[in-house]
């Protein structure tokens, strides 16, 4: 789902995460989605973010707004993949900033990425988005990765 031309398989994932999250209720229902960013690079590599095209299918089904384009990368960094554990806090350091504080400001956010491996960069994005207003953060993903 990562490439182009997979986009159905993302909207049908995106399909199934709101379906299992109306199974769980949360204190504070989410009322905006927000989709991990890529850089635009590898976007532009890629064909597109995985992570927008989960929250497009989402949103779709749960009936919230999704906030595209509140967080962006303001370097290129290092693939998280590739890199141990305690070098993708540095990797991440000052890498993304909040872009559109006012869209995410006073709501509960449902951060969305396809894979989440030590949980770095989803830890980096609700750090910034609490700083910025946000009153809570949540996080779904497809996968949860090991390594």
């Known amino acids: 789902m990562k490439r182009a031309g997979q986009e159905p398989i993302a909207l049908a ?6 379906d299992r999250l109306r199974e769980r209720p949360f204190d504070a229902f989410p009322n905006v989605l927000v989709p991990v960013p890529t850089h635009w690079l590898k976007r532009w590599q890629r064909g597109g973010n995985p992570p927008e095209l989960l929250c497009e299918a989402m949103a779709h089904k749960l009936h919230l707004p999704v906030v595209n384009n ?3 990368f303001r370097r290129r960094t290092r693939k998280q993949g590739t890199l141990l554990p305690a070098e993708r806090q540095r ?3 000052e890498a993304l900033e909040v872009v559109r504080a006012h869209r995410v400001a006073g ?3 449902l951060l969305v ?5 030590t949980g770095a960069t ?3 994005l609700a750090r910034l988005l609490l700083r910025c207003g946000s009153l809570s ?3 779904a993903v ?3 990765a090991t390594g």
Not at 113 to 117: G, I
């Open 13 to 18: 994932l995106g399909e199934v995460l709101a």
């Open 70 to 72: 509140a967080i962006r």
């Open 91 to 93: 990797n991440l350091r």
């Open 107 to 109: 709501k509960d956010v």
């Open 113 to 117: 990425d396809d894979v989440m491996t």
């Open 122 to 124: 989803v830890n980096t």
């Open 137 to 139: 953060v949540r996080v």
């Open 142 to 144: 497809i996968a949860r």
